[in-house]
Each structure stands twice: as C-alpha cells, then as structure tokens.
C-alpha cells in the first residue's frame, strides 16, 4: 500500500467519524405529526400523561401531588384538566396514576415544563420526596386534539 493510498484512507475514515459525530450531536428532531383529518384545527394541545409508580409507592405520588406539585403547576401557568387512577388491579389500580394538562400549543407546553423542571421550590420537593427510594418506574405521555365532532368547551 502506498503512502498515498493510506493517507486517502485515514482522511476518508476521519471525514466518516467527524460526520457521524455531528449527526449524533444534534437535537432529536420533534416527532411527526400526521393528524386525521377530523381533528379540529387551532384546538389545544392537550398533554395525557400516565404515571407507573415503583411497588407500593403510589400513595407517595398522590401526596406529592396533592401536598405540593398542584401548586407549582399553577405557578407555572400549567392547566390540569383532571386526574384519574384506575379501578381494577387489572388495569394497574395498585400502580398507575393518569392526568390531562391543556396547553395552548407545543411551545407553550415545551416551555413551562421547562420553567416546571427548573423551579427549585420543584427540586427540592421531588429530591425529598424520594429520600426513601424512587416513585416513578415510567412516564408515559401522549399528546391529543379536540376531534371537529367535539363538544364545544
């Protein structure tokens, strides 16, 4: 192999990792969105998220809420729609806590769970919330829109 040859190797490689590195360091971007026609357009972002508690650490999750996360989301601006928890053990009654926010749009709701995240009245409360152990195994969020057939609010 010449000394040409190797050199054109090692740039090509090197152009190869500079490029996958790149790739890797941007954002992820936002997911696509594909909405059905009968979705209502200009509606709110409504925000479902589903909380699974770690064993025996839902009532800690319920207290956190009720004692202090309530009043950080109205600081923040945040809009509960409702909570709920299922009936059956079947559906997760031992484990699962769901609620709805509303927000105006994407941004808005990228926004004040940032400002949320920040706050430190919120870093303190979830730090010491978990002293014993961690409360929440999974998150899961979904984000939903008024159909065109939906009651008017």
Same mark, same amino acid.
């Given at each position: 192999?010449? &000394?040409?040859?190797?050199?054109?190797?090692?740039?090509?490689?090197?152009?190869?990792?500079?490029?996958?590195?790149?790739?890797?360091?941007?954002?992820?971007?936002? &997911?696509?969105?594909?909405?059905?026609?009968?979705?209502? @357009?200009?509606?709110?972002?409504?925000?479902?998220?589903?909380? #699974?508690?770690?064993?025996?650490?839902?009532?800690?999750?319920?207290?956190?809420?009720?004692?202090?996360?309530?009043?950080? #989301?109205?600081?923040?601006?945040?809009?509960?729609?409702?909570?709920?928890?299922?009936?059956?053990?079947?559906?997760?009654?031992?484990?699962?806590?769901?609620?709805?926010? @509303? #927000?105006?749009?994407?941004?808005?709701?990228? $926004?004040?769970?940032?400002?949320?995240?920040?706050?430190?009245?919120?870093?303190?409360?979830?730090?010491?919330?978990?002293?014993?152990?961690?409360?929440?195994?999974?998150?899961?969020?979904?984000?939903?829109?008024?159909?065109?057939?939906? &009651? $008017?609010?």
């Amino acid at each position: 192999m010449t &000394p040409m040859h190797i050199r054109t190797k090692i740039v090509a490689l090197s152009f190869c990792l500079i490029s996958m590195t790149a790739v890797r360091a941007q954002p992820p971007a936002p &997911p696509e969105a594909a909405p059905s026609p009968s979705l209502k @357009s200009g509606s709110r972002l409504y925000e479902l998220r589903t909380y #699974f508690t770690m064993p025996g650490k839902l009532e800690d999750v319920h207290k956190r809420f009720r004692d202090h996360t309530m009043a950080i #989301f109205a600081k923040h601006g945040m809009t509960v729609v409702g909570f709920w928890g299922p009936v059956y053990k079947k559906d997760g009654s031992e484990n699962k806590l769901v609620y709805l926010l @509303s #927000f105006k749009d994407r941004a808005e709701r990228d $926004a004040k769970w940032k400002e949320f995240a920040s706050d430190p009245e919120w870093q303190k409360v979830s730090k010491e919330s978990e002293a014993n152990g961690k409360l929440l195994e999974k998150i899961e969020s979904v984000f939903l829109s008024d159909t065109d057939y939906a &009651p $008017a609010k």
